[in-house]
């Protein structure tokens, strides 16, 4: 059974920074996307960030445009996670944040029914 399990939300002032963490376990492929997703009360669910990993290595990253220059996505895949440092945060950074993992894939895309497996979510919120 594949699980994600992500964690380092929180509540932080704005102008701070998070780190969130998801781990993945029961997910045994060497190609596979990867994402960052979130959703605020009332709206839709929306890519953050997502990066493809290719056998041994990262393919190409996507950021959405709201978060570009101030949010880094990276993996490690030797410990099955992928991180999600945010930097600069804003009070419209308040969401669930949610990873998840497409294995039909090694290219992310931005498109949420791509992906299969999802985590349970974690909280950032940002005060003004």
């Known amino acids: 059974e594949v699980q994600l399990v992500e964690s380092g939300g929180g509540l932080v002032q704005a102008g701070g920074s998070l780190r969130l963490s998801c781990a993945v376990s029961?997910?045994?492929?060497?190609?596979?996307?990867i994402g960052w997703f979130r959703q605020a009360p009332g709206k839709e669910r929306e890519v953050v960030s997502c990066?493809?990993?290719?056998?041994?290595?990262?393919?190409?990253?996507y950021y959405a445009d709201s978060v570009k220059g101030r949010f880094t996505i990276s993996i490690d895949n030797a410990k099955n996670s992928v991180y999600l440092q945010m930097s600069s945060l804003k009070p419209a950074d308040t969401a669930v944040y949610f990873c998840?993992?497409?294995?039909?894939?090694?290219?992310?895309?931005?498109?949420?029914?791509?992906?299969?497996?999802w985590g349970q979510g974690t909280q950032v919120t940002v005060s003004s």
């Open positions: 998840a993992v497409d294995p039909s894939h090694y290219y992310c895309t931005a498109n949420p029914p791509i992906y299969d497996y």
């Open positions: 029961g997910f045994s492929e060497d190609s596979y996307a």
């Open positions: 990066i493809g990993w290719f056998r041994t290595s990262a393919s190409r990253t």
